[in-house]
């Protein structure tokens, strides 16, 4: 038990309750009664030392408070937290934003931002602090580990919550006419402050600095010749560098295939899956470790090698373990699942037309080339156990994602073909293979030329945006900070800069949706909480159309808004897969049609796409918030990752722990339906989560995995990214008679009449 307390000048004095007490009183001002002080300051007291360092003492009763595991908890940790951090960081007092962005110029973690002194001065009027008062703990330490300034080296430390969001307002605000600025900076560190608007990680980490690597995600093919190969690898290798995770599609012959006309036998795909895993995992990004998922298909003929890749039963020599895959098909292979069929997997050597129709929006020409294939092949493979194999791996290592090639290719405005997605699936772009290293450095894009797809993040928190037109604004600066981010990255080759700057592609999804059905009392399952789902993935949708349109007006529409399908009016509603509509009992709210006018007289829009829904499980701590779209799977977590442990808890949780849906009572077919709804407004995709519960000795059968599959091809999903298990320590999930594997049960041909 505490008795002296020890000071930060080292003089000692006697302990004082009525001192900690008093932080109790002032908490609960605002916090309310479930505030529970007296059990926290009881407990730290206890457990400290009879002497015990002011330090000390906040440190222990920021770890009591967190132990509760309540809300209210989490917030009065987080208010002792930011005095804490105060002491840590500026032990001489806080400085100005100006005195900050000085000491990290001349410490070298900081770009010279041209500002003058008036301006620094009318942004530390601006810049509030007691927000940090606010926040939870998880949202304080999140940002100070993961996102703040610091020297890695020495450990020394800059940046508290408002200065961060304050750097990378003034940053993305520096290029605006003067007269504007101070607007501008208001509007983006507002947002941020209040956690209306979510940067994604490169954004926290690089704005403001001399790190100019905006782009979340990258994604690229590499052709059937050495020469694209090697670019592929060096694309990989370079945008790990600049932070972006990797999407991988590699359009090659397979085992056996001849090379030189037959002077030489072909490895197929390993050795090239294995070479670009190299390039990624030589570098750990800012912030962010390498990564990447490669694509292939159902009709790929290494699909039984591929699928066994992460698999720990493979051996060891033949296992590439360092990247995730996505299994791709289409409605015709999901017609012969559900027929329980047999289908013929073809090469790309000698197929290349065939292989290139396979991603078409009309699927006649594959289907129909496809037909006279089967004919005469002479390998055929079950596609239901195919499709079994790779919902399997899905299931018990929860990281073989899937795609629909024909959906990516229907439900979008582009009219080039999308062959992959990036690496968390949700970016759906048009990528094209370059045909050497050299290419890359091409000063000016000609036509023909490859193409790297390039996509920068941002994230809308329904919850905080108070009103209509507030989501409106934070529309319209989500869109604007990637515009900035786009123009003012540095690109290590310059076609990669002339065709993300033609292309202007963008992705603003939403976060913390859990929260906001919570607190407004609806469910993922019902009918009620579809059809409010419907009217939010609306909302969203069209306010960012319309900030595109704004910002056509104000910049200029894309470049290559041609290559569009806006100029001609395209709208999400028009191409979606039209059974969703069956699963909720409301109509469009918004008037499209007058918005479809507006976009056809202005050309098109600025971005030649608006929307995605990442999973944001970083960037979400950092505003306090449930991950992205997603239920949550506990009113409370430990979340933890290489630099700390975070305790999160839900927000509002005390409140709302009745309104809160667990993603384990969620049925699989309920969250497909889910996502459906979002993907029906959405121009790019869904990092579409799945939940499995396995206790005990429960098993998934293999005609549920069937049934998952068929449901998403049936409600148009362009994708579906990780299989969650929740399963009992008896579960074992490393044999072939897992809890995955249960017999195939019998399915009627009910599905495979309409696919």
Same mark, same amino acid.
């Given at each position: 038990?505490?008795?002296t ?8 004095q006697? *302990?004082?309750?009525?001192k ?9 001002k605002?916090?309310g009664?479930t505030?529970?002080?007296g ?22 009763l920021?770890?009591?408070?967190l132990?509760?595991?309540t809300?209210e908890?989490a ?8 005095a804490?951090?105060d002491?840590i ?13 000085a000491?990290?110029f001349?410490?070298g ?7 003058s ?20 703990h ?6 100070r ?8 080296i ?11 969001y ?18 501008h900076i208001?509007?983006?560190y ?6 209306r ?7 926290f ?8 690597g905006?782009?979340?995600?990258c994604?690229y ?9 090697a ?8 945008m ?10 590699i359009k ?11 002077l ?10 294995r ?15 390498g ?8 009709f ?5 090698v ?6 720990p039963m493979?051996?060891a020599?033949?296992?590439?373990a360092?990247c995730?895959?996505n ?6 292979f ?10 013929a997997?073809?090469?790309?050597y000698?197929n290349?037309e065939? *292989?290139?129709?396979?991603y ?5 020409? *594959?289907?129909?080339?496809?037909a006279?294939?089967e004919k ?8 239901r ?5 790779a ?7 929860g ?19 999308i062959?992959?997605?990036?690496l968390?699936v ?5 990528t094209e293979?370059?045909?050497s290293?050299?290419e890359l ?15 920068s993040?941002?994230g ?5 945006c ?7 604004d934070?529309?319209?600066y989500?869109?604007k900070?990637?515009?900035v ?5 540095e ?6 800069g002339?065709?993300a ?5 963008a ?17 993922f399952?019902?009918q009620?909480?579809?059809d ?6 609306e909302?969203?949708?069209?306010h960012?159309?319309?900030?595109s349109?704004r ?20 709208l999400?509603?028009d191409?979606?897969e039209?059974r969703?509509?069956s699963v909720?009992t ?7 049609e007058?918005l ?6 202005n050309?098109g ?31 409370s977590?430990?979340?933890?990752n ?12 005390t409140?709302?722990?009745n ?9 699989t ?20 989560d799945?939940?499995i ?12 995995m ?10 148009g ?9 929740n ?6 999930l490393?044999?072939t008679?897992?809890a995955f ?6 399915l ?8």
């Amino acid at each position: 038990m505490i008795k002296t307390i020890i000071k930060r000048d080292g003089t000692e004095q006697a *302990f004082d309750p009525e001192k900690v007490n008093g932080w109790g009183i002032w908490g609960s001002k605002t916090l309310g009664s479930t505030l529970d002080w007296g059990s926290v300051v009881i407990d730290t007291v206890n457990k400290c030392p009879e002497k015990c360092t002011s330090l000390e003492l906040q440190e222990n009763l920021i770890k009591e408070c967190l132990q509760q595991q309540t809300w209210e908890h989490a917030r009065m940790a987080g208010r002792l937290y930011s005095a804490l951090l105060d002491r840590i960081i500026y032990p001489n007092g806080k400085p100005t934003v100006r005195q900050l962005h000085a000491q990290l110029f001349v410490d070298g973690l900081m770009a010279f931002l041209n500002y003058s002194e008036e301006e620094y001065a009318e942004v530390e009027s601006i810049i509030d602090h007691k927000q940090d008062l606010k926040y939870a703990h998880v949202q304080l330490n999140q940002t100070r580990f993961k996102y703040a300034l610091r020297n890695k080296i020495t450990g020394k430390e800059y940046e508290t919550q408002q200065f961060v969001y304050m750097r990378m307002a003034m940053a993305l605000a520096e290029d605006e006419p003067k007269e504007d600025r101070m607007k501008h900076i208001r509007a983006w560190y507002n947002h941020f402050s209040h956690n209306r608007l979510n940067p994604p990680t490169p954004n926290f980490v690089n704005l403001g600095t001399n790190l100019n690597g905006y782009a979340s995600c990258c994604l690229y093919s590499a052709g059937d010749t050495w020469e694209s190969l090697a670019a592929g690898d060096h694309i990989a290798y370079a945008m790990t560098c600049m932070s972006a995770g990797i999407g991988t599609h590699i359009k090659t012959r397979s085992v056996g295939d001849p090379v030189r006309g037959g002077l030489i036998i072909h490895q197929g795909k390993l050795p090239y899956y294995r070479s670009m895993v190299g390039a990624v995992s030589a570098n750990l990004q800012n912030g962010r470790g390498g990564a990447s998922t490669v694509y292939y298909s159902a009709f790929d003929p290494e699909v039984e090698v591929i699928q066994k890749l992460r698999n720990p039963m493979t051996p060891a020599a033949k296992r590439i373990a360092g990247c995730h895959y996505n299994f791709g098909s289409n409605k015709l292979f999901a017609r012969k699942v559900a027929r329980d069929e047999y289908f013929a997997p073809f090469s790309y050597y000698g197929n290349e037309e065939m *292989f290139e129709a396979m991603y078409d929006k009309d699927q006649s020409k *594959f289907e129909s080339m496809y037909a006279e294939y089967e004919k005469t092949a002479t390998v055929k493979l079950k596609a239901r156990e195919i499709l079994i194999s790779a919902q399997t791996e899905a299931y018990e290592t929860g990281v073989h994602y899937m795609h629909f090639m024909d959906t990516m290719n229907q439900h979008t405005p582009f009219l080039e073909k999308i062959y992959q997605s990036n690496l968390c699936v949700e970016v759906f772009l048009p990528t094209e293979t370059y045909k050497s290293v050299q290419e890359l450095y091409k000063p000016v894009w000609e036509e023909g030329d490859g193409e790297i797809g390039l996509c920068s993040l941002a994230g809308v928190l329904p919850s905080n945006c108070e009103t209509d037109e507030v989501w409106a604004d934070v529309a319209y600066y989500a869109l604007k900070m990637i515009d900035v981010c786009i123009h003012k990255a540095e690109y290590k080759f310059p076609s990669l800069g002339n065709t993300a700057k033609a292309r202007m592609s963008a992705g603003v999804g939403l976060m913390g949706v859990a929260h906001y059905l919570a607190k407004n009392g609806k469910k993922f399952d019902d009918q009620e909480g579809r059809d409010f789902v419907h009217e939010m993935a609306e909302t969203h949708m069209w306010h960012l159309i319309n900030a595109s349109l704004r910002l056509g007006k104000e910049l200029g529409n894309a470049p290559w808004m041609h290559k569009t399908k806006w100029p001609q009016g395209w709208l999400p509603i028009d191409t979606y897969e039209k059974r969703v509509d069956s699963v909720v009992t409301t109509g469009l709210k918004r008037d499209w049609e007058t918005l479809r006018k507006d976009i056809i007289e202005n050309g098109g829009i600025r971005n030649s796409v608006v929307s995605c829904f990442m999973p944001g499980e970083s960037s979400s701590q950092s505003a306090g918030t449930t991950n992205g779209i997603y239920p949550i799977r506990k009113l409370s977590l430990i979340k933890t990752n290489d630099t700390q442990v975070n305790h999160w808890v839900a927000p509002d949780a005390t409140k709302l722990k009745n309104k809160y849906q667990s993603a384990w009572d969620i049925k699989t077919a309920d969250m497909i339906k889910y996502y459906a709804i979002i993907q029906k407004f959405t121009d790019q995709g869904i990092s579409a989560d799945l939940y499995i519960n396995v206790q005990g000795n429960n098993k998934v059968s293999s005609t549920d995995m069937v049934q998952d599959y068929l449901d998403m091809v049936k409600y148009g999903l362009k994708s579906r990214y990780y299989v969650v298990s929740n399963t009992s320590k008896g579960v074992d999930l490393t044999t072939t008679e897992s809890a995955f594997t249960a017999p195939v049960e019998e399915l009627g041909e009910c599905e495979s009449c309409s696919l």
